[in-house]
């Protein structure tokens, strides 16, 4: 048995028929074992609500959103915890030391940390820095389509159990 964090890309492929990898996810989402448990982390949730707004705001056609956030909510909220908040602030220390100078001041914005001998940022924003502490402060399985998060995420955190479709 297994707990499994969805991330909101893989969440968003699996019930978006028009995204190329949709087929693979729906195979991989069958693929879940029947005694794992499969959570939706809160901050997924709030990011797929995010986008449900937006579309509405931008009078984009909302079906789809709406079905996306209907779905996904069917699924058990892993929420952020006292213990969640100790595993982001140690995952946040450890990216940093390893990708950005800290003898500079670092900038607010993780997105916005320039990489080490590089004019490149991280591109890495706080809502995948929070999925990472969920996955690692209960030691979940992280399913994602996000290949530059295991690329930027994986070097760093070597107990990150991650899934990438």
Known sequence: MDELLLDTNFVSVLYDVRRPKHAAAIAHAQGFHSDDTVLLSSVVLAELRYGLEAA????QAVDHFRET???????????ITKHTAEAYGDVKARLAAHYIDLSRRTPRWLEDWQLRGST??????ENDLWLVAQAVERNRLLVTTDVKLAERFSPVIGELRLDVI
Do not use: F, I, M
């Open 69 to 79: 956030v209907e779905l996904a909510g069917t699924y058990p909220l892993a929420d």
């Open 56 to 59: 509405l705001r931008a009078g």
């Open 120 to 125: 490149k940022t991280l591109q890495v924003d």
